[in-house]
């Protein structure tokens, strides 16, 4: 079925930029908002956020999961409707907010910004927001003729097929930064809130790897074969392979410089 959840974040910069910049995005629409980037964002919102000093997490964070199939029906137009209704029903129409749709190889979703603090001050309350973000999900699931949830193993599996999506490409973006060691590589991985697990055997070596996200937890072969103990070590000492080369290079111009100005000094001391 198609799957809705929410939760307060603080950090809406952050969150609204990786939405806005992740490959294939594309912004559905929005309400009460000018701004282009991240920061943009965030400044607008604090606005309204600078009214009520007391709420923390002031912004709210959706996403909307339909199944794969209806994921592939969609149009772009079904999932800014989508978007406006669910807002909508939620109360949330008179708050600034922003979506932004990703269709990842086989997952289309959408995400969600608004503004917990409204035009007046007043916070949303957030109790219970993620069961809440659910039903009005299956209701407009079940309004569209959407697919419906057939059981809870079902739900399961397309909400972890979204978190899988999630830690793969917090995976790539880690591997862009050039990680030196396994070591160097969870450290990037946790500042993307992804705890890696170095799993050992009886004999004490490395056997595998886990990868918790969001209280989510998976082997990282299970996640994708390349992220695996094995391969990400071959990928790290690649990675580590292409530095050397560059370092034995600038050492042997050192040698032959220092060669060049020995040479030099020799004959200067001739004359």
Do not use: W
Request: proline share 1%.
């Amino acid at each position: 079925s198609m799957i809705g959840k929410g939760k307060s974040i603080a950090h809406t910069s952050i969150a609204v930029d990786y939405a806005r910049l992740k490959e294939n995005a594309t912004e559905l629409d929005r309400f009460h908002l000018a701004g282009e980037t991240g920061p943009d964002i965030e400044r607008e919102f604090r606005m309204c956020q600078d009214l009520n000093q007391k709420c923390e997490k002031n912004t709210l964070q959706f996403i909307i999961s339909p199944t794969v199939e209806d994921g592939k029906k969609l149009t772009q137009s079904d999932f800014r409707e989508i978007y406006r209704d669910f807002i909508k029903r939620m109360g949330l129409e008179k708050n600034q907010s922003i979506a932004f749709l990703h269709r990842d190889k086989e997952h289309a979703h959408i995400h969600i910004y608004a503004n917990r603090i409204g035009f007046d001050g007043i916070a949303y309350k957030d109790n219970f927001i993620s069961n809440r973000s659910a039903k009005i999900a299956e209701e407009i699931a079940q309004q569209r003729g959407l697919t419906l949830a057939r059981d809870v193993q079902t739900q399961r599996l397309e909400q972890n097929k979204e978190i899988i999506s999630e830690i793969k490409y917090r995976h790539e973006v880690a591997m862009q930064h050039r990680p030196r060691d396994l070591n160097d590589y969870i450290t990037l991985m946790k500042a993307n809130k992804v705890n890696v697990e170095v799993v050992h055997s009886k004999t004490g070596k490395i056997s595998g790897l886990r990868m918790e996200f969001e209280g989510h937890t998976f082997k990282a072969s299970d996640i994708d074969r390349s992220m695996s103990y094995g391969n990400l070590n071959k990928q790290l000492e690649q990675l580590t392979q292409r530095i050397i080369p560059s370092v034995a290079e600038n050492l042997n111009l050192g040698i032959k410089i220092a060669k060049k100005v020995a040479s030099t000094i020799g004959r200067a001391s001739k004359l």
